[in-house]
């Protein structure tokens, strides 16, 4: 089975390839997620800046929230970091906002490092 493209989270990672481009690494996260707000604005990339998705326990709603720092296109869900180097916590983060929000695809974006890195999960 081959692996299709996905134009949209192509658009997203054309994105924050734009923002690393221009601000490079090194900044706060803070910094690239308002910078890629701006571009998903300007690329027409339908967003939800960190939004708050329900947690469940035994299908009870927990009054705790899990935020993502975005949901993009109004089902993909994209996580950025500003580090030396993704981790396999970093994996297991967007893995759980996958799993707690119920999404099949999910990017996570490192802005640390000199070349833009990102990895794309499926649930």
């Known amino acids: 089975m081959g692996l299709r493209k996905d134009e949209r989270t192509h658009k997203i ?15 706060l996260e803070a910094v690239y997620q308002e910078c890629l707000e701006i571009e ?14 329900q947690i469940y326990y035994k299908e009870k709603k927990l009054k705790k929230f899990y935020v993502p720092d975005f949901i993009a296109f109004g089902d993909i869900i994209v996580e950025i970091k500003s580090e030396n180097a993704l981790t396999p916590s970093d994996e297991a983060q967007i893995i759980n906002s996958l799993k707690i ?14 070349s833009l890195r990102f990895k794309r999960f499926i649930n």
Not at 40 to 53: A, D, K, T, W, Y
Not at 101 to 114: A, D, M, Q, S, T
């Open 13 to 27: 990672i054309g994105a924050a390839m734009e923002v690393h481009r221009i601000i490079g690494p090194g900044r």
């Open 101 to 114: 929000g119920r999404k099949k695809v999910g990017l996570l974006i490192n802005f640390g490092e000199e």
């Open 40 to 53: 998903f604005g300007e690329r027409n990339i339908p967003f939800v800046s960190q939004p708050q998705l």
